[in-house]
């Protein structure tokens, strides 16, 4: 993330969801980082909450992913390499 980014919610996905990143972004962003439900142990009708109304975000930025990809080509992406995204969202604050 850029220093002077005036971002007041980090979004993430599932991938992205370990205490440790909550506390991170808990500093300084509010936590937009989607909650994952387990066997045995449902998502509470908060956390359901939270994702419709992330949901409505992400689904915005997903779109102009997809745009890109058809415009330029990118049907696969190399990730080999490159830092998992806990790392990435550590790095980016």
């Known amino acids: 993330m850029i220093k002077v980014s005036k971002a007041q919610r980090i979004l993430a996905n599932k ?5 440790e990143n909550r506390a991170v ?3 300084k962003y509010r936590n937009g980082i ?3 439900a387990v066997p045995g142990r449902p998502l509470r009708p908060a956390q359901k909450r939270i994702h419709k109304l ?9 779109g102009c ?6 415009q ?9 390499g490159l830092p998992k ?3 990435m969202v550590k790095a980016a604050i």
Do not use: D, Y
Request: aromatic residues 8%; proline residues 3%.
């Open 54 to 62: 992330i949901g409505k975000q992400r689904f915005r930025v997903k």
């Open 25 to 27: 972004l808990k500093r």
């Open 15 to 19: 991938a992205c969801a370990s205490t």
């Open 34 to 36: 989607s909650h994952k």
């Open 72 to 80: 330029f080509e990118l049907h696969r992406h190399n990730t080999s």
């Open 85 to 87: 995204p806990t790392q």
């Open 65 to 70: 992913f997809g745009t890109v990809r058809r």
